[in-house]
């Protein structure tokens, strides 16, 4: 079996990026040990703060971000850290090669009821600057906190998915990972449905006439409420993940970040041939505006993503 060690030597020469990619894989193992343990500890509770999304940040996301800190000051190739939980960008040093943007923590809501929830990442050149278009990423990766604890990482190439063994070990289990081209499952949150546009009511309800409608097949809904989650199910078996701007979320520009959960995911998702945008445009041509910018994310499946790109083309 491959370990994520001899894959990134694989992947690519620099020393630099393979020890980025390294330390965010170590933090997230650190992390895994200590969710599975955490409501004996009662630390799925609130951590009685809020974050600069104004989110109540729980016990688990101040630990999450703490963990994810302590192993990147740790690590000179890294010289800057943007992360959901702090409000500004934290310069850990001088001359690293690398920045890194997480979401230490997505989908903590879920903790409390024991559903996954993942570690998103993504890593930029320092040379670039902070806002740079996601398609300049060196590198970007999630790890879901599920039955199984799995890293799914991209540098320039394939999409590999590995697994965390027992003694702690990354070991390679997809070594391209390909998301299918069609599929007949959707995600989106339809508690929504009041608030959304023209464009996702048309291509919500086409799915839904499924075999009686334009789209002539039957669709299912899955909706975990963990991006992580969903992505995981939408990269492994294909489907559509929907967070669009909607009359609500338009003020704030969408609900999810770009720098930390939109481009990373992207990344992945047209690393293993699906597509992401915003319904109007590329996820990874965006001109990031600020490190806790939201954007609209449609992603997954390329026939599904043309087809409700097709919608904002007509509406
Ligand atoms: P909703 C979790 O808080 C998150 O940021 C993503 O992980 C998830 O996809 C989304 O929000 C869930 O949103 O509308 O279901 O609360």
Do not use: C
Not at 203 to 230: I, L
């Amino acid at each position: 079996m491959t370990t994520l060690a001899q894959w990134l030597k694989s992947e690519t020469d620099d020393l630099a990026l393979q020890s980025v990619i390294a330390s965010m894989a170590a933090a997230s193992a650190e992390l895994s040990g200590v969710l599975r343990v955490a409501p004996i500890a009662g630390q799925t509770g609130l951590a009685g703060h809020t974050n600069v999304q104004g989110e109540a940040q729980k016990a688990l996301d101040v630990i999450s971000n703490d963990i994810v800190l302590k192993h990147l000051r740790e690590n000179a190739a890294v010289a800057t850290l943007i992360s959901e939980e702090l409000d500004d960008a934290v310069q850990l040093g001088t001359g690293g090669a690398y920045i890194v943007a997480t979401d230490p923590l997505d989908g903590s809501s879920n903790l409390d009821v024991n559903v996954t929830v993942g570690t998103i990442f993504s890593v930029l050149k320092s040379a670039g600057g902070l806002l740079q278009k996601g398609r300049a990423q060196a590198a970007a990766g999630y790890v879901a906190y599920g039955p199984a604890t799995s890293l799914v990482v991209r540098i320039a190439g394939a999409v590999s998915v590995f697994t965390l063994d027992a003694e702690g070990q990354w070991v390679q289990v997809v070594v391209a990972a390909k998301v299918p081209e069609t599929s007949g499952e959707f995600a989106i949150n339809t508690a929504r449905e009041r608030f959304w546009d023209a464009a996702t009511t048309g291509y919500v309800q086409e799915s839904v006439a499924g075999e009686t409608g334009p789209a002539g097949k039957r669709y299912n809904m899955r909706w975990v409420g963990s991006m992580v989650a969903d992505i995981h199910r939408i990269l492994m078996r294909g489907g559509i993940f929907l967070y669009p701007l909607d009359s609500e979320t338009v003020s704030k520009g969408g609900r999810l970040r770009l720098l930390y959960e939109a481009n990373p995911m992207s990344w992945l998702i047209e690393g293993a041939g699906g597509l992401a945008t915003t319904g109007r445009l590329g996820i990874l041509d965006i001109e990031p505006s600020g490190i806790h910018q939201r954007v609209p994310v449609i992603l997954g499946s390329a026939e599904e993503v043309r087809r409700a790109e097709a919608w904002y083309a007509k509406t």
